[in-house]
């Protein structure tokens, strides 16, 4: 199989790169300062059409392939971690409602979430429950035309501004998802500060104090929330972050290059010492890995193929785990200055180890990577 570009996304990869380069690039380092992305900038994502990314033409989006929705995610990473993870939420409860939504649910909510008039968050995450995600303890009952949920989610991405949530919760003691705006009644939002990377990201933990929803609400049916639509909505965000994880990578050899080519020590720049030139290598060659196979898993999305479940692990791990390794030597290559907030590779360095953790931990995808190899070979 013959993995590159097509002419078109080739020009979807040059204006995606455009766009990050002059309006993503340049607030990074402010957004993680201040811990949140400015309206003016979600505007900008917003009135590129990247928020509607995946979704249909018919419902005013952009329709891109997955391969395409790979390589905005990977230009967006590189500029901006938590620019990326609104893209890859956004599109996590987007998916969810193209695909397990009613006719009246898409009809409604893709417009708004293709132009970004509603931003949408994933609400799986609990203070009790991360990788253990059928354990959750929130709770839904239905209650003549309504669902009453009660419930305490934690670490929830875009919390802070999304507009209406997509939760999980047990009804009928299953896994079932549900539609919940923010204006609902008995819904409340502590914002979260101060954590290691994509500080920008505006977490939340989100409190469903009895909250009251029509039966209209429930996403899928009763039991489908974990095995159909938090399923379809994670392997998405595996693959948007796998991708994302190789921007980033990208930006820290762009960054180790730069500066050693005008670093000098000892009379000579930086770049003529060997051992500075294995660590680059090493990011060259890892980086090609990664992105090869996040093109293959993009590329099995877009052909139907359900193997590609299991290459989006596999992309996922290795470009998580390649770019901790890659944002360290960007660091080192650095030295003292890479642990100045003055230099983008100390923001980098802190954004890489979040993408180990999140849709999975590097320790979960060992687990079912290596329980497929047993089952299958």
Request: aromatic share 8%; hydrophobic share 40%; net charge negative.
């Amino acid at each position: 199989m013959k993995l590159e570009l097509t002419a078109e996304q080739q020009n979807y990869k040059d204006q995606f790169r455009d766009f990050a380069d002059e309006y993503v690039m340049p607030y990074a380092g402010q957004n993680d300062r201040e811990e949140r992305i400015p309206e003016e900038l979600i505007g900008e994502v917003a009135m590129k059409g990247l928020l509607g990314a995946l979704i249909p033409r018919e419902y005013d989006g952009l329709e891109l392939d997955m391969v395409t929705i790979g390589i905005l995610n990977e230009e967006i990473g590189r500029a901006c971690s938590a620019v990326r993870s609104l893209l890859t939420v956004h599109g996590m409860v987007s998916l969810g409602m193209l695909r397990w939504g009613t006719p009246e649910q898409r009809d409604y909510w893709l417009p708004k979430l293709a132009s970004g008039k509603k931003i949408g968050a994933f609400a799986l995450t609990e203070p009790n429950v991360g990788s253990d995600a059928k354990s959750m303890e929130a709770t839904a009952e239905r209650v003549g035309d309504q669902y009453v949920l009660n419930a305490h989610k934690k670490w929830i991405t875009m919390g802070q501004i999304a507009d209406v949530f997509l939760v999980m919760a047990r009804c009928e003691g299953k896994p079932t998802a549900f539609l919940v705006e923010r204006n609902t009644p008995g819904f409340s939002v502590k914002p979260m500060s101060g954590l290691l990377g994509t500080r920008g990201s505006m977490l939340a933990e989100l409190t469903l104090e009895n909250c009251a929803i029509p039966a209209a609400s429930l996403v899928g049916q009763v039991g489908t929330g974990w095995s159909h639509i938090g399923l379809t909505c994670l392997d998405y965000g595996r693959y948007s972050i796998a991708c994302g994880c190789v921007g980033l990578a990208q930006g820290c050899l762009e960054s180790s290059v730069a500066y050693s080519r005008q670093r000098k020590q000892f009379g000579e720049p930086l770049r003529s010492n060997q051992l500075i030139q294995k660590m680059v290598t090493e990011m060259v060659v890892n980086i090609q890995a990664a992105r090869l196979l996040c093109l293959e898993a993009g590329h099995l999305k877009d052909v139907g193929d359900p193997d590609s479940i299991m290459k989006t692990w596999v992309a996922k791990y290795f470009a998580s785990t390649m770019l901790t390794k890659i944002a360290g030597d960007a660091i080192q290559i650095h030295g003292a200055n890479g642990c100045s907030p003055a230099y983008p590779v100390e923001r980098y360095f802190r954004d890489a180890k979040i993408n180990e953790i999140v849709e999975g931990t590097s320790q979960m995808h060992e687990v079912l990577i290596a329980n497929h190899a047993f089952k299958t070979m």
